[in-house]
């Protein structure tokens, strides 16, 4: 019997392309971040204001080290999220 076209002969669902899956992670990881970054202006947005105003303020060397530090600490957590 002849699989129909589009459909995966093992579960009988759509065919997906390689890397949909990745391409999913990469939307809900987008979508997640965006949601966080929003709740500190939703709920306070006097501090999120004034921490900003202090963000500005800083020198080049001491945003890169605030952004080398968010990148580790997310590299971490993935490491740690994929270990289990």
Same mark, same amino acid.
């Given at each position: 019997?002849?699989?129909?076209?589009?459909?995966?002969?093992? *579960?009988?669902?759509?065919?997906?392309?390689?890397?949909?899956?990745? $391409?999913?992670?990469?939307?809900?990881?987008?979508?997640?971040?965006?949601?966080?970054?929003?709740?500190?202006?939703?709920?306070?947005?006097?501090?999120?204001?004034? *921490?900003?105003?202090?963000?500005?303020?800083?020198?080049?060397?001491?945003?890169?080290?605030?952004?080398? *530090?968010?990148?580790?600490?997310?590299?971490?957590?993935?490491?740690?999220?994929?270990? $289990?």
């Amino acid at each position: 019997m002849a699989a129909e076209a589009g459909a995966s002969a093992d *579960t009988g669902g759509p065919a997906t392309a390689p890397g949909d899956g990745v $391409n999913d992670t990469l939307l809900a990881a987008v979508a997640l971040m965006l949601v966080l970054e929003g709740v500190l202006p939703f709920l306070m947005p006097s501090v999120w204001r004034d *921490t900003f105003r202090r963000l500005v303020d800083l020198s080049d060397g001491q945003l890169r080290f605030i952004g080398l *530090t968010a990148m580790l600490a997310g590299l971490l957590l993935l490491f740690m999220a994929h270990s $289990n």
